[in-house]
């Protein structure tokens, strides 16, 4: 059994979990060592909980359960159990930290500060829990691209200090295979080009761009663009870097490289809203992570999303237009792009099969300042 395989097992006895003070003091050895980042927030994120569990797997740690004595209360997807902490044997999820005035803490698919048995020990009435999970941020330098101080917080105390986690958020995902990325990039000049859904013919027309701002939807007798013209004036971006710390920059960053492309005016404040550019009926995504977050809404479920009903009611999830930059991973070059109805995302992707649910607390970068060195305790 492998390193990380072993690291999935939890521990024999709950009451040998490493103390935070103990864990404290293992992971002291990290500060200083160097992290270049690629860019990708999942591959970064995965090596800094590599090296979390290298080292505290290095230090004696707690004697792992046996398969026959414990069962994880967890809805399992695509094999993956959704929800429980990456690092069973010490009962630890990790992040990192970059830059920004704000730091958004996304806990996926539990509710953090709750008493929710995710573990239950079957020879026993021990259970591990939702709030028992320890939380590992790791503050990473930007000038030195080292890891600059390291934070263990419990659940509960990060809500004493900051407060509650907000209300939760489903959101519907999409799996871009290589195989799928190939695809795509066979397509004529790098564009997958599908047609528009015959069921908005009527409100398709040449040249059809509005004076309006881009956020406004069309009403009365305006029209949009059909999707073969969004493909002439988006081709220019094949080969250009979509650059940012995080999915959601870059995200924002070729959002408002289309808007450009369409011909509007970029307005002074960008804020989320679905679809991205709604004067066009359109979505826009970058992909660059096997992953691709779908939002609130997903072309599987066919409805008219409430932001649409009593202005475009035929307007649903299947014929809405998407957009998709599949970008190059360490530069962010936009190498191919997918365009088409949201009901052709099945010709190429795979859709998971359920929604992931995020629960979000944000966090002012000034509480992780000043701690250079350290390994500061919130528990």
């Given at each position: 059994m492998t390193l990380y395989n072993e690291a999935k097992l939890p521990p024999k006895n709950i009451s040998d979990l490493s103390s935070p003070q103990i864990l404290a003091t293992k992971l002291q050895s990290l500060i200083?060592?160097?992290?270049?980042?690629?860019?990708?927030?999942?591959?970064?994120?995965?090596?800094?909980?590599?090296?979390?569990?290298e080292t505290l797997m290095s230090h004696t740690p707690p004697a792992p359960a046996d398969e026959q004595e414990f069962n994880i209360l967890a809805p399992k997807s695509r094999g993956v159990y959704k929800g429980v902490p990456k690092f069973l044997r010490e009962y630890i999820d990790t992040y990192i930290i970059t830059s920004g005035e704000n730091y958004n803490l996304q806990v996926w698919n539990r509710n953090p500060d709750t008493d929710m048995v995710q573990i239950e020990y079957l020879n026993s009435y021990q259970a591990l829990r939702s709030k028992d999970v320890r939380l590992v941020f790791g503050k990473i330098n930007m000038d030195?691209?080292?890891?600059?101080?390291?934070?263990?917080?419990?659940?509960?105390?990060?809500?004493?200090?900051?407060?509650?986690?907000?209300?939760?958020?489903?959101?519907?995902?999409?799996?871009?295979?290589?195989?799928?990325?190939?695809?795509?990039?066979?397509?004529?000049?790098?564009?997958?080009?599908?047609?528009?859904?015959?069921?908005?013919?009527?409100?398709?027309?040449?040249?059809?761009?509005?004076?309006?701002?881009?956020?406004?939807?069309?009403?009365?007798?305006?029209?949009?663009?059909?999707?073969?013209?969004?493909?002439?004036?988006?081709?220019?971006?094949?080969?250009t870097s979509i650059l940012g710390n995080s999915t959601r920059t870059r995200g924002l960053a070729l959002e408002q490289a289309v808007v450009q492309n369409l011909g509007y005016q970029l307005p002074t404040t960008m804020y989320p809203q679905y679809p991205d550019v709604p004067n066009q009926l359109l979505e826009v995504k970058t992909q660059d992570s096997p992953t691709v977050d779908l939002g609130k809404y997903s072309p599987q479920n066919v409805q008219t999303p409430k932001e649409l009903a009593g202005i475009h009611d035929e307007v649903n999830t299947a014929n809405m237009r998407y957009l998709i930059a599949i970008t190059e991973p360490l530069t962010g070059v936009i190498q191919d792009i997918f365009l088409g109805p949201g009901s052709t995302l099945n010709r190429y992707f795979s859709f998971v099969p359920d929604t992931s649910v995020k629960y979000q607390r944000g966090i002012k970068m000034t509480n992780f300042s000043n701690h250079q060195g350290q390994v500061i305790l919130w528990t």
């Open positions: 200083g060592q160097p992290f270049p980042l690629t860019g990708k927030p999942r591959s970064d994120g995965n090596k800094f909980l590599h090296l979390v569990i030195t691209k080292t890891i600059e101080s390291i934070f263990i917080a419990s659940p509960d105390k990060i809500v004493d200090m900051f407060g509650k986690f907000g209300v939760p958020t489903a959101k519907y995902q999409l799996i871009i295979s290589e195989s799928a990325k190939h695809l795509v990039n066979q397509s004529p000049n790098h564009i997958a080009l599908f047609e528009d859904s015959s069921s908005l013919s009527h409100l398709l027309k040449e040249h059809a761009k509005s004076n309006t701002d881009f956020r406004a939807f069309p009403v009365n007798n305006d029209k949009i663009m059909p999707l073969t013209q969004i493909k002439d004036l988006v081709q220019s971006l094949i080969g």
